[in-house]
């Protein structure tokens, strides 16, 4: 209701209205209208018959008219009785009407009062659907907090799989350097060994060259043998050479050929002695033998040198393969250290993991009780900062301080809970007390109408009662599992949410029904208005007519308090449409037509005609309807599948040839 209207007001309102008793007046309105729509007409009858007589008596000559006079007078005379008996009757009857609504009160604050009731529902209804916007938002974020812990684990199973990863990498990394070692290892050895043993083989060809460049010199130490010595000093030049044998086998060649030519001149001069001959034999059997040892030494270079590039093609070989091993590894190393970078934070968050783990159980197992023995004994290594079981110890201290804290301000918040019930009780109480006020107003102001509005509105407040209670003991509940863990609580939410979603269903079911009473009840009251309209117009024309008579006499009406709140014109230029609109001939001759041709149409068709109105009518038959064809077109195709797969599904007999 309106604040500002008191309750005896509403009262007086009331009983007022209770006692106007407005469905018999209206019925005693409408006789009254027939008794002046019979007067009107009997008064037209009498008029025409008086100007009838008036014509008769101007058309008698003048030495008949006194003889005329009196029974024209008489006539006048009766004429004039039964007007002031008619104007005497009108007046009755509207000063009785007047007397009756006179002192009636202006009902225009209580409809205030009932629309600022409506508001305030309409708000109750935003909040409503605030609140159950803000548990959709709450299950949106209970669902991103369920991918965020699947993100998580995720997580953890791909660093797994990068510690194995690395693991298996490293070993493998391992593995491939020790064989490269090893085979590196192996072929120098070899090589240092078959340098060792040219390094052998080149010493004892030295010492022997050595032995014979002393017997030679001792030969050759007289005077006619310094040509000898010249080639001797170019042997000495070839033993030099041989110890680059590596180097200069092509100088040796060149020298021995340069020893051949000499050794052929000195083969042809004559003066030489037997001695010389033999030296001579001697020093070739020695170049032969040089010969041979030099190509033998230049065949096992040659090997060595060809064993050495197969050993250095296969080495190249597999330090290719390798290479190609260890850039598909350096790939998949890359790739796993930039999956690590993306996923830097894991060893933190396992940590902050495991502190969070740790600190939700007991700490009593921690040994936090010789802590400070623990300190004081520790070394120097301890004393630059504190373990992990110190500081969760002292986390978990100050969680229970601010547990106890939370505790204390529950406990205030309860108090101020149960006072803020308390002024939510006595505000309920008093919005009860205007709801009861309320309907009996509406009551008395529908009481010639049907009484569905008062059920209504009876139903309403009751719904309003229970939503309320239910939304207390909805948060009764919420405050008992404040305690209890995030599931619980999130699982009571979505509980009480669908409860009151039902409700909040059921209390739109009962406010389409009163809609629809209202609708009706509007419907109702604009005919009532209509015919109270066309009754005022037959009154007003008489009125209009009334002082062109000469004894007519004319009574002031003065305005109520209703009438001096309402736009009477406004009120006119509405219903003066509404009223013109029903007398018009074509819309009669359209209705009464369209009656005729559904009375003319055959019965199947009539009762086709008549199904079709009401579906396209009633909006629960035309989704009734909808609902039907969509089944049944669903069943027509799951019919159709069937028999298609038992087709194809049935076995099928061979074609005889």
């Not at 404040?482 to 209390?507: A, C, K, P």
Request: charged share 30%.
């Amino acid at each position: 209701m309106a604040i500002g209207i008191e309750d005896s007001v509403l009262a007086g309102a009331h009983e007022y209205w209770r006692g106007v008793g407005l469905g018999q007046l209206l019925q005693t309105l409408d006789e009254t209208g027939l008794s002046i729509v019979d007067n009107q007409t009997t008064s037209l009858q009498e008029r025409r018959k008086l100007a009838e007589k008036t014509k008769e008596f101007r058309a008698v000559p003048d030495e008949q008219k006194p003889a005329e006079l009196k029974p024209l007078l008489r006539a006048y005379q009766s004429e004039i009785d039964a007007l002031t008996k008619r104007m005497k009757f009108a007046e009755n009857e509207f000063l009785k009407l007047f007397k009756t609504f006179s002192e009636a009160p202006d009902p225009a604050p209580f409809l205030h009062g009932m629309v600022e009731e409506r508001r305030q529902r309409r708000a109750q209804d935003s909040v409503e659907a605030e609140c159950e916007r803000l548990g959709q938002k709450c299950a949106a974020l209970e669902s991103e907090n369920q991918q965020l812990r699947e993100q998580t684990r995720e997580h953890e199973g791909a660093e797994q799989r990068v510690k194995q990863l690395e693991t298996s990498m490293d070993a493998l990394v391992a593995q491939r350097e020790r064989e490269l070692r090893d085979q590196t290892d192996a072929l120098v050895q070899h090589l240092r060994k078959r340098e060792t043993d040219l390094q052998q083989q080149l010493s004892a060809a030295t010492r022997r060259l050595a032995q014979l460049d002393s017997e030679e010199s001792e030969r050759l130490s007289r005077p006619a043998d310094r040509d000898l010595v010249g080639r001797l000093a170019e042997l000495e030049i070839v033993q030099s050479d041989l110890d680059h044998a590596n180097a200069r086998i092509s100088d040796l060649q060149t020298q021995n050929a340069k020893l051949r030519g000499s050794l052929t001149q000195l083969t042809g001069d004559a003066v030489e002695g037997p001695s010389v001959a033999d030296a001579l034999a001697d020093y070739r059997r020695q170049i032969r033998d040089l010969s041979e040892e030099t190509k033998r030494l230049f065949d096992g270079m040659e090997k060595t040198e060809a064993d050495s590039k197969l050993q250095l093609t296969r080495h190249e070989a597999r330090m290719s393969v390798v290479e190609s091993e260890l850039l598909a590894k350096d790939d998949e190393l890359q790739r796993v250290r930039r999956d690590l970078a993306r996923c830097a934070d894991y060893d933190e968050v396992r940590r902050e993991l495991d502190v969070m783990k740790s600190v939700e159980f007991s700490v009593g197992g921690w040994g936090l009780d010789n802590d400070n023995d623990n300190a004081d004994g520790s070394g120097a290594g301890d004393a630059g900062g504190e373990s992990l079981e110190r500081l969760l110890a002292r986390r978990n201290k100050e969680l229970e301080n601010g547990l106890v804290g939370a505790k204390t301000q529950l406990g205030e918040s309860d108090a101020r809970a149960q006072q803020l019930q308390g002024r939510v009780q006595a505000l309920e109480a008093a919005l009860e007390q205007k709801t009861t006020l309320a309907e009996q107003l509406e009551a008395d102001l529908l009481s010639v109408g049907p009484g569905g509005r008062r059920s209504n509105g009876g139903g309403e407040g009751g719904s309003g009662d229970t939503g309320r209670g239910d939304t207390e003991q909805a948060d009764a509940v919420e405050m008992q599992v404040v305690g209890g863990s995030v599931l619980e609580i999130v699982t009571g939410q979505r509980d009480r949410f669908r409860q009151r979603n039902m409700e909040l269903e059921d209390e739109l079911r009962e406010h389409s029904a009163a809609v629809a009473e209202l609708q009706r009840q509007a419907a109702q009251s604009k005919q009532d208005n209509l015919r109270l309209y066309e009754e005022i117009k037959y009154l007003r024309s008489y009125a209009a007519a009334g002082p062109s008579q000469r004894d007519a006499t004319v009574v002031p009406i003065p305005q109520s308090k209703f009438s001096r709140g309402v736009d009477m014109d406004a009120v006119d230029a509405k219903y003066k449409n509404v009223y013109e609109e029903s007398l018009n001939p074509f819309n009669a001759f359209h209705r009464r037509e369209a009656s005729r041709r559904v009375r003319s149409m055959a019965l199947f068709d009539r009762l086709v005609y008549m199904v079709s109105s009401f579906v396209a009518a009633n909006r629960r038959a035309r989704m009734g309807m909808l609902i039907y064809a969509a089944l049944l077109h669903l069943l027509v195709v799951v019919a159709v599948y069937r028999s298609v797969l038992a087709v194809d599904d049935s076995p099928r007999e061979p074609v005889s040839p």
